[in-house]
């Protein structure tokens, strides 16, 4: 079973259509034995950081997430991804879960912001998460803050007259910019991947 943490700032149906045509099955909760009784964990997100945050812990969710990433496979999406870093300069600084190194700053760049759309896959190194996806596939962004972090934790990233990490990851943590699950087939195949851990 899927958990898709559900805090009122996620984009939760479109996540949880595309676990379903995986035959995943899933379940929207904010309540923390459900969690901890999750295999995955998704943190799904649409929105502002702080807010984001704010609603995390008024929902007392904080806690919960950091220890089943411990112990468990973690995704985040879109702003859900964003979370998964010490701080944001969104709206001011925002502290956010602290699970991998990094802050999330505002894209530069003379592209229009959003960066909104389809944006090619660039990948410097192997993932569980990138298994059958060839370099050059083409997913779905939109987001004007971006994640800096060291390359290490970058699995993939597009270029966007800079460099956007696009996913990342650290032992159990994995974070998508993109959304994978209005991306085609490469996104549906990388959902599938993080089933499968």
């Known amino acids: 079973m899927i958990a898709i943490i559900d805090y009122g700032a996620g984009n939760l149906f479109s996540v949880k259509n595309a676990l379903n ?8 909760t904010k309540d923390p034995e459900e969690i901890r009784a999750a295999d995955k964990l998704i943190l799904p997100g649409v929105g502002a ?3 984001a945050m ?15 990433a411990e112990q468990k496979p ?8 964003q979370m998964l870093f010490e701080q944001s300069e969104e709206f001011g600084e925002t502290a956010g879960l602290g699970l991998i190194p ?11 912001i959003p960066h909104m759309g389809w944006n090619e896959l660039v990948i410097p190194r192997e993932s569980k998460l990138l298994y059958g996806i060839k370099p050059g ?15 290490e934790y970058v699995s993939a990233y597009c270029e966007y007259g800079t ?14 910019q993109f959304h994978p699950e209005k991306s085609g ?13």
Do not use: W
């Open 102 to 112: 990094g802050r999330v700053v505002p894209i530069e760049t003379s592209y229009k």
């Open 185 to 197: 087939r490469a996104g549906l195949t990388i959902l599938k991947n993080f089933c499968s851990l």
């Open 137 to 151: 596939e083409f997913v779905y962004f939109v987001h004007s803050f971006a994640a800096k972090t060291p390359m």
């Open 54 to 68: 704010d609603k995390l812990t008024a929902c007392g969710l904080i806690p919960v997430i950091r220890e089943q």
């Open 21 to 28: 045509a995986l035959g995943q099955d899933s379940v929207f």
């Open 163 to 176: 460099v956007i990490p696009a996913l990342v990851e650290k032992e159990n943590v994995y974070g998508a």
């Open 49 to 51: 950081f702080p807010d």
């Open 74 to 81: 973690l995704l985040g999406i879109c702003l859900g991804m």
